[in-house]
T-cell receptor, first 118, second 111 residues
Framework: DSGVTQTPKHLITATGQRVTLRCSPR?????VYWYQQSLDQGLQFLIQ???????AKGNILERFSAQQFPDLHSELNLSSLELGDSALYFC?????????????????FGAGSRLTVL | EDQVTQSPEALRLQEGESSSLNCSYT??????LFWYRQDPGKGPEFLFT???AGEEKEKERLKATLTKKESFLHITAPKPEDSATYLC????????????FGKGTTLSVSS
């Protein structure tokens, strides 16, 4: 158990629908990251939040959005789902403040949420 | 564009047959080269961080090395439990601390 909790573990839905994935970071970690992993694209960085604020953005589609709440848990919202959105979605957390900090970039990943869009 | 390229994509070894995985990088101002292990259906697990050319780190049968252009993950006398996908990554260049991952090398070790 990495300490990063993701729910749900599995989710099956239809095209055009909207889903929400939830992540609770390790105790004490202020940063949350979202990644998408598909067979052809590998592990793609979507977005990072630090202590409630967006810190960095990767290849996140406009149909996707995320937020981090005051209790530091995060949610990734996926809307107008397409077949190609089927993937494993990972959340990771870290306790560092920024670039150059000791231990920076050592991310701890959760077990993932597997999304299937039919 | 900053990127890492991993090779081979897949590697099959017999138990005890040592080999190396490669991660070549073109990253300006590299702030660390990271290695992660990922088992099927699970999240990646941190292995090593290397910061400067010539640096080496070891953990059990794994040793990671770094040059100015590439990193190697050497696996000595592998066991079936070493079977996994090994990912290398580098820090993104925005204000955050996210990692950008390569596509990985899938290692299969048979007994």
């Amino acid at each position: 158990d990495s300490g990063v909790t993701q729910t749900p573990k599995h989710l099956i839905t239809a095209t055009g629908q909207r889903v929400t994935l939830r992540c609770s970071p390790r105790s004490g970690d202020l940063s949350v990251y979202w990644y998408q992993q598909s067979l052809d694209q590998g592990l793609q960085f979507l977005i990072q939040y630090y202590n409630g604020e967006e810190r960095a953005k990767g290849n996140i589609l406009e149909r996707f959005s995320a937020q981090q709440f005051p209790d530091l848990h995060s949610e990734l919202n996926l809307s107008s789902l397409e077949l190609g959105d089927s993937a494993l979605y990972f959340c990771a957390s870290s306790g560092t403040t920024g670039q150059g900090a000791v231990g920076a970039n050592v991310l701890t990943f959760g077990a993932g949420s597997r999304l299937t869009v039919l | 564009e900053d990127q890492v390229t991993q090779s081979p994509e897949a590697l099959r070894l017999q138990e005890g047959e040592s080999s190396s995985l490669n991660c070549s990088y073109t990253v300006s101002g590299l702030r660390g080269l990271f290695w992660y292990r990922q088992d099927p259906g699970k999240g990646p697990e941190f292995l090593f961080t290397l910061y400067s050319a010539g640096e080496e780190k070891e953990k059990e049968r794994l040793k990671a090395t770094l040059t100015k252009k590439e990193s190697f993950l050497h696996i000595t006398a592998p066991k079936p439990e070493d079977s996994a996908t090994y990912l290398c990554a580098f820090p993104e260049n925005q204000a955050g601390t996210a990692l950008i991952f390569g596509k990985g090398t899938t290692l299969s070790v048979s007994s």
